[in-house]
């Protein structure tokens, strides 16, 4: 099962930030935080991963709390390319099978003109 | 950088026929990902290979799915008989180590099985 929770859907403004929240209550200390993206009729793109510091890329910013039980992706200026299913994965970084993806339900972005 | 390929795209066949799906990772990816993903759901992972020795397997359906990758490229992805409940999109995905810990994997388009 996923390890995390997410809002089963969003709506945002053109042009506004997204904040995509996530809980993950149960991470352990060296499981990072990992966020894909699906757009309709695509397979699953990465956007950003992180541990414990807060990361930035030219998709998207990851605040990871403190304790590190939530986080949130931030798309600073939504598009309606944006509109899509956005994942939040707990994994640990290693390539064998204990880093697998395990993907929940997702949160649905809606970008609205 | 080519992205990962898959075909065909779309394929609709009876239930208790056989069907098989192909991926061509991206080059150099030594791990390569087969999923799952029914209609409303996140994907999920049947089998992942490291070069051409599977890594893991376990929720894959032995008893109809089979699935190779021969020389450390290509895979095949294979149902035989089809059942309704296997009308999904099967993702192929790869992935390779950046040395940094860091092991994205890059998702093909899929390939949409429809069982009647």
Known sequence: ?113 | EAGVAQSPRYKIIEKRQSVAFWCNPISGHATLYWYQQILGQGPKLLIQFQNNGVVDDSQLPKDRFSAERLKGVDSTLKIQPAKLEDSAVYLCASSFNRGTGAYEQYFGPGTRLTVT
Not at chain 1, 9 to 15: L, P
Request: glycine share 8%.
């Open chain 1, 1 to 113: 099962d996923a390890k995390t929770t997410q809002p089963p859907s969003m709506d945002c403004a053109e042009g506004r930030a997204a904040n995509l929240p996530c809980n993950h209550s149960t991470i352990s200390g060296n499981e990072y935080v990992y966020w894909y993206r699906q757009i309709h009729s695509q397979g699953p793109q990465y956007i950003i991963h992180g541990l414990k510091n807060n990361e930035t890329n030219e998709m998207a910013s990851l605040i990871i709390t403190e304790d590190r039980k939530s986080s949130t992706l931030i798309l600073p200026h939504a598009t309606l390319r944006d509109t899509a299913v956005y994942y939040c994965i707990v994994r640990l970084n290693y390539g064998g099978s204990q880093g697998n993806l395990i993907f929940g339900k997702g949160t649905k972005l809606s970008v609205k003109p």
